[in-house]
């Protein structure tokens, strides 16, 4: 009983993770997943919803719960710390992701693993990277606010969590739609709400199979291209020079305090999920 209840927190952890990082540029909600263990499973629940749908249901319900608290409760806060204290927020989230990558490497090669593997995770974290300084350098377009444009938004949203790796957030913000939807969310706007939801939905729908698919085929492959992102999407939320610019003495040394909080939360969610999860 001991082990369910401290389960049934890790995941409600884990959710809110992977919920409020869904909502921070530069981070990818399915990554999150990968990185604390629970990708996979959550790909072959929606791809096969029928098949133990109570047992599954009942072990994704933490997750989902603390995902909606993610999302929805903390979506405001963290959009008003970017633009307060960024340097903050951002030390702290890649502490808690470093802080886990060792698990996801145990993940990766689960099933083995050859020289290749660790040349595509280098490949994919340099290349990813170049990609995403060039999106933040380049992209800024302004998109109409539309109900179409919000089934859009929900569809690019969802697909972060389906293709790991891909941070929504980013794109949002490159159209200038991220801080209407975190305003939507935190108020409850329905007619931002509804259609989001909708365009999520046929996310889910049209690509949870096909992403299910290819991880039965290249498991391994799948989760070091993973890790390359992560990578690289975790090293390109460091804070710019302007931003640590506008930090006092104690500011720092309480930016790096909650860098080193974020690490040791992060190794510690890693233990906890190899010594309550039976070995695969």
């Given at each position: 009983m001991k082990n369910e209840l401290v389960q049934w927190i890790i995941r409600f952890i884990k959710g809110i993770f992977i919920?409020?990082?869904?909502i921070l540029p530069g981070v990818s909600g399915g990554a999150l997943a990968a990185v604390f263990g629970i990708y996979e499973e959550i790909i072959q629940f929606i791809s096969n919803i029928k098949k133990e749908f109570k047992s599954k249901l009942l072990f994704f319900l933490p997750v989902g719960l603390g995902g909606l608290?993610?999302?929805i409760v903390l979506a405001y806060p963290i959009e008003s710390l970017l633009r307060n204290h960024p340097v903050f927020i951002l030390l702290f989230f890649m502490g808690c992701i470093f802080?886990?990558?060792p698990l996801l490497y145990r993940k990766a090669k689960l099933h083995g693993q050859k020289k290749?593997?660790?040349?595509?995770t280098a490949f994919t974290a340099i290349l990813s990277f170049i990609l995403l300084v060039a999106a933040n350098t380049f992209l800024d377009v302004q998109v109409a606010q539309t109900p179409l444009t919000w089934i859009m938004v929900g569809f690019i949203f969802a697909s972060?969590?389906?293709v790991p790796g891909l941070s929504p957030s980013n794109f949002l913000i490159y159209m200038n739609l991220y801080e209407p939807l975190t305003r939507g969310i935190s108020q409850l706007d329905l007619t931002i709400l509804l259609p989001v939801g909708t365009g999520a939905l046929i996310c889910v729908v049209a690509l949870s199979k096909l992403v299910n698919h290819l991880m039965n085929l290249y498991y391994t492959t799948i989760f070091h291209f993973i890790l390359g992102i992560v990578i690289a999407s975790t090293v390109i939320i460091f804070p710019?020079?302007?931003?640590?610019s506008q930090l006092s003495l104690y500011g720092l040394f309480f930016s790096v305090a909650l860098f080193i909080i974020g690490l040791l939360l992060g190794l510690w969610m890693g233990r906890l999920e190899?010594?309550?999860k039976p070995e695969e």
């Open positions: 919920g409020s990082g869904a608290f993610g999302i802080g886990t990558v290749w593997h660790v040349y595509l972060g969590f389906i710019s020079q302007n931003q640590w190899l010594k309550h």
